[in-house]
């Protein structure tokens, strides 16, 4: 099969479309092919080794899965023992943040996929589960947000910031989004109450207060966490040291500001499945590549200025 592989940690620059042996499925494991695929964050972070920690996961000297790439959607080709949630010819979606994804063929575990909801498309449903999941669990299981409490999404036209704004609508919230001046019309189409462009702006000297505020770009201090919100969550982050510094004052007050890295279930897909089969949460994509473009829509998705979601497909 077809995958796009790295040998070495590096830019788009190194990733190559080659021939590798295709998986074979194993227990509790499903073999999809894949349809298609998006561009996240943490790929581009995987494919460089950066922040330098995260190579005691993914390979100190050199990438251990050569194969990039985490959120797919495509159709079960073959379902091992003690699967009991799909079968052959669903369609499904999910996301491996250990990689693999960026081929023509997946062996993912069961829990790590949802059932892509009728009239949905590969791209749509491709696009859904990282920054999905990411969306849902910060405003959700971390944020405890509740119906009629208001919400500060820092990054709202982003990947993870276009589902948070949906996502906090359909929860009943009050949405206040940051984002640049030229997305203001966009986040309002999405949902927004309210939006501040921080390059007409200053974010960090706005001084509403909010019951939750979700930073996805991480440029948020821990002052402007205090200042703004009765409690917070931290998603990205511009640099290590930024983040770093967010997290070693947090370490030192009673602020109630969280940090975490998504995690993949069948539960909060099916979720966020239902919210899109609904209408009330529907995934933009700015940019679609061939599968062969993959280094190119990495190398985008590094700008940092994607509106929604880069897509890429599997054409037969």
């Known amino acids: 099969m077809k995958a796009i592989t790295k040998h070495t940690y590096g830019g788009p620059e190194v990733l190559r479309l080659e021939e590798v042996e295709k998986p074979s499925s ?52 073959e379902v091992a023992e003690h699967v009991t949630k799909f079968k052959i010819g669903d369609k499904v979606f999910g996301h491996m943040l250990q990689g693999g994804a960026f081929a023509e063929f997946i062996c993912a575990p069961e829990n790590f996929c949802g059932h892509m909801p009728i009239g949905s498309t590969f791209e749509e449903m491709a696009c859904t589960p990282m920054a999905g999941l990411t969306a849902l669990q910060a405003l959700t299981t ?10 500060l999404i820092n990054g709202s036209s982003g990947g993870v910031g276009h589902f948070a704004v949906q996502i906090a609508k359909a929860y009943g919230a009050q949405v206040t989004a940051v984002c640049s ?8 189409s999405l949902g927004a109450d309210a939006a501040i462009a921080y390059d007409q702006d200053d ?6 207060k909010y019951d939750l505020v979700l930073d996805t770009s991480g440029n948020l201090n821990f002052a402007d966490f205090k200042r703004l919100g009765e409690r917070g969550i931290l998603v990205g982050f511009t640099t290590m040291g930024h983040m770093m510094s967010v997290l070693f004052k947090k370490g030192f007050g009673k602020f109630p500001l969280h940090q975490f890295t998504v995690e ?16 009330k949460v529907k995934p933009y994509i700015e940019k679609t590549y061939p599968s062969s473009k993959i280094p190119e829509a990495i190398e985008y998705i590094e700008s940092m ?8 497909t599997w054409e037969p």
């Open 305 to 312: 200025r994607t509106r929604g979601k880069v897509c890429m």
């Open 26 to 77: 194993k227990e509790g494991h499903l073999l999809v092919q894949v349809k298609a695929n998006s561009a996240n964050p943490a790929d581009w972070h995987i494919l460089r080794g950066e922040p330098f920690f995260a190579r005691f996961t993914f390979g100190l000297f050199k990438p251990k899965n050569k194969v990039l790439g985490a959120a797919f959607s495509g159709i079960v080709k």
């Open 264 to 279: 993949a279930n069948t539960e909060d897909l099916n979720t966020l499945a239902n919210l899109i089969k609904e209408g």
């Open 203 to 208: 974010i960090h000297q706005h001084d509403k």
């Open 142 to 151: 971390h944020g405890k947000l509740q119906e009629g409490e208001s919400v």
């Open 181 to 188: 001046s030229r997305n203001i019309d966009f986040v309002k």
